[in-house]
């Protein structure tokens, strides 16, 4: 799963797939590169792994011969995380033919919530 992304953005954030399934995908982010200019987690980047996340469990919804794109992401930031790794869990909430949406909680190492997103991917023939 993780060679799929090499030379994208996913890469580039330093994005770690450890779990994948149509219903749970789990990936871990570096908070360090990963910054705005006061040293916390970038809002962004929190959105980057939130949309990696659920893209990749859309994607394994929608299976072979279809792909998933992003239509609709957005992100509540509880707590900013200054280092160490934050970590991503998808679940997905809805999987039809057409349309797939996830909740992703990014938590930071101390298992302390840092952002809650929801990401809506539209599932269409490749």
Known sequence: MNGM???????????????????????TMPVEGNTQPYGLL?????????????????ALHA???RIAVGIEINATH?????????TGVATRLHGGRTVAAYEIVITDEQGRRVCTSRLTCMLRDA
């Open 63 to 65: 299976g072979p011969g």
């Open 78 to 86: 509880h707590r900013s995380a200054t280092s160490g790794l934050v």
């Open 5 to 27: 992304h090499v030379d994208t953005l996913v890469e580039r954030m330093g994005i770690e797939i450890l779990e994948a399934s149509a219903e749970r995908v789990v990936g």
């Open 42 to 58: 970038h809002g962004g980047a929190s959105c980057v792994l939130a949309e990696t996340l659920g893209s990749v469990g859309s």
